[in-house]
């Protein structure tokens, strides 16, 4: 079973900075099938980013995924508003399709 | 309109069992594997189930198999979470998800129901 650990666990950052969340996996997630997932408070998630860097339809390109193998990074170029959430990664490599405990980024 | 809606949630006693609807519009069902998600309350999210387009294969989280099993009605679009021997910290929001890429288990969750609430307790 693939584990996935997120940090920091909390990210307070003011509007228009950057933001980098990071992803890190207990063993090599396969094909990179690593996907970041934006919840915001009473929400279901949405699909922000797939295979590690791919950013899904109709999310702005201020996001971005990096990374392979154990390691990967979500960035924020420009924290807006509505972007002050929770943020899952999660692997769909390997079953169990485990999450991460998530990243809250919350104002400054 | 592409949307999922789940139903069937509700209170149920330890023990008990419960059956937990999602009604997908807007796209060829027959043609994605669909997942079920869980939230307990004011935690984060877990993976629970996933089951291929055609029904044959179905994988599940260790913390449900032997309780829980997913079905699928492809003549009615629906996706089914037949959950029993339900335990207190199986109390969570349950979310049924599309898997984003036809053909395949082995996909992103690109559209996201809103839930339906499941409490166990006595």
């Known amino acids: 079973e693939i584990v996935l650990t997120q940090s920091p666990g909390t990210l307070s950052l003011p509007p228009g900075e950057r933001a980098t969340l990071s992803c890190r996996a207990s063993q090599s997630v396969s094909s990179n099938y690593l996907a970041w997932y934006q919840q915001r408070p009473g929400q279901a998630p949405t699909l922000l980013i797939y295979g590690a860097s791919r950013r899904a339809t109709g999310i702005p390109d201020r996001f971005s995924g990096s990374g392979s193998g154990t390691d990967f990074t979500l960035t924020i170029s420009r924290l807006e508003p509505e972007d002050f959430a929770v943020y899952y990664c999660q692997q769909y490599g390997d079953s169990p399709f485990s999450f991460g405990p998530g990243t809250k980024v919350d104002i400054k | 309109e592409v949307q999922l809606l789940e139903s069937g949630g509700g209170l149920v006693q330890p023990g008990g069992s419960l059956r937990l609807s999602c009604a997908a519009s807007?796209?060829?069902?027959?043609?994605?594997?669909m997942s079920w998600v869980r939230q307990a309350p004011g935690r984060g999210l877990e993976w629970v189930s996933t089951?291929?387009?055609?029904?044959?294969?179905?994988y599940n989280a260790d913390s449900v198999r032997g309780r829980f099993t997913t079905s699928r009605d492809n003549f009615k679009d629906t996706v089914i979470l037949q959950m029993s021997d339900l335990r207190a910290e199986d109390t969570a929001v349950y979310y049924c998800?599309?898997?984003?890429?036809?053909?395949?288990?082995?996909?992103?969750?690109?559209?996201w129901g809103q839930g339906t609430m499941v409490t166990v307790s006595s």
């Open positions: 807007g796209f060829t069902f027959s043609s994605y594997a």
């Open positions: 089951i291929s387009r055609e029904g044959g294969n179905t």
């Open positions: 998800a599309k898997v984003g890429r036809t053909n395949y288990v082995w996909g992103a969750l690109d559209l």
